[in-house]
Each structure stands twice: as C-alpha cells, then as structure tokens.
C-alpha cells in the first residue's frame, strides 16, 4: 500500500499531504477495496479522486454510494479524497486510476516490484478534448512525414491515414457539438 499512497500524492501533491493519504488508505471501507483489488477478487480497477468540497471519503461501487463507509470515514470532513470504481463518480478535475492486469481470480504479488501487475495512471476532466488534440496535433503529422511503413503498401498506408483523420474529424466535431451550449426548452405544462 506504500506504493498506492506514494502514487496518491504525486497526483494531488499540491492538494493533499502523506499523512492524509495514509489516513485516507487507512479506512477499511477503503482499504477492503484495495485489498480486493490486489487479491484478484471483483474490482479490476479503483479510481481515487480529489473532490474539492467533499466532507466525508466516500467509496462508491457503479451506480450508487457503498453502504459500507465506516463511522471514522464518515466523521472525516477534511476528507477530499474518494474512490471509485469508475461508474459513477464524474471526472472534474484530475483523477488518478489503479488496474490490476492479472486474470480474475489471480492474486497480485504485494512482495515484486515493478511486474506490471498493477497499472497506475492519471487523467485530465478533458480526456475527449486531449485525444482530439494529440490525434491532430501529434501523431497525424508524424505519420503524415513518415516515409518508411515497413511492409505496408502505399494503398494500406493511406487507407490507414484517411481512416485516422475521419476519426480525428468525428471526434472533433462531437467535442463542439457537445461544447455548442445547445439548450432546450421544457415545454408548457399543458402540453405535457
């Protein structure tokens, strides 16, 4: 769990300190999670996130929040910190995410390090927005200025980058469509 507490930090490190990470980890609301995690049991992934305002740490399993926080959980309100499972909870500020890549079932070994058994990353509240940006940005014009394809033919080269640039386009598109503040109406009463 160190490793887990060190990773917590490095993403909110401005936010929150060791010591309320720990405390944080420490819940057994929390902590069973993340022993569920590791053991290979449901939880595959468990997502930690810093919410500005929270009052209580709260763990929540898809749709609705666990009946399970503990009473010392709940009389935390410093508490800032809440886990996910990645259903429910929306992300709106920066998030950081744990994923356990050993088959269902199979335990994680706690005493290796660096097996890869246990994936950590984080992600921004604008995920869509920044993949847009890195297709058209970043990898486009390096594919574009790519000369070499190895054994691909020139008709799969550009199948390839046709196909890459629609999708590019779709995405783009969606992501205004979505920022176009578009509002309805509720209709009159009567009418309904």
């Known amino acids: ?27 057994p609301s929390i902590r069973k999670l993340f022993d569920e995690l590791l053991s290979g049991k449901d939880a595959c992934k468990v997502f930690v996130h810093f919410q500005n305002g929270a009052t209580v740490a709260t763990v929540e399993n898809g749709a609705a929040p666990a009946t399970n926080v503990d009473a010392a959980a709940a009389s935390n309100n410093n508490s800032k910190l809440c886990v996910s499972l990645g ?22 070994g706690v005493q290796k390090a660096s097996d890869n058994a246990i994936c950590f990353g984080e992600l921004a509240p604008n995920i869509l927005r ?18 070499e394809w190895g054994k691909a033919d020139a008709d799969l080269k550009n199948e390839f980058m046709t196909e890459s640039e629609k999708f590019a386009n779709d995405l783009k598109e969606a992501l205004n469509s979505m920022d176009s503040g578009l509002e309805l109406r509720r209709p009159d009463r009567s009418i309904l």
């Open 1 to 27: 769990m160190q490793w887990v507490s060190q990773r917590i930090v490095e993403t909110f490190e401005s936010s929150v300190t060791q010591v309320e990470v720990n405390e944080f980890l420490a819940s």
């Open 87 to 108: 259903n429910s909870i929306p992300i709106r500020t920066k998030c950081c995410f744990f994923l356990r890549t050993t088959a269902d079932g199979k335990p994680v």
């Open 130 to 147: 920044d993949l847009e940006t890195t297709i058209s940005s970043l990898f486009s014009p390096l594919l574009k200025a790519k000369d």
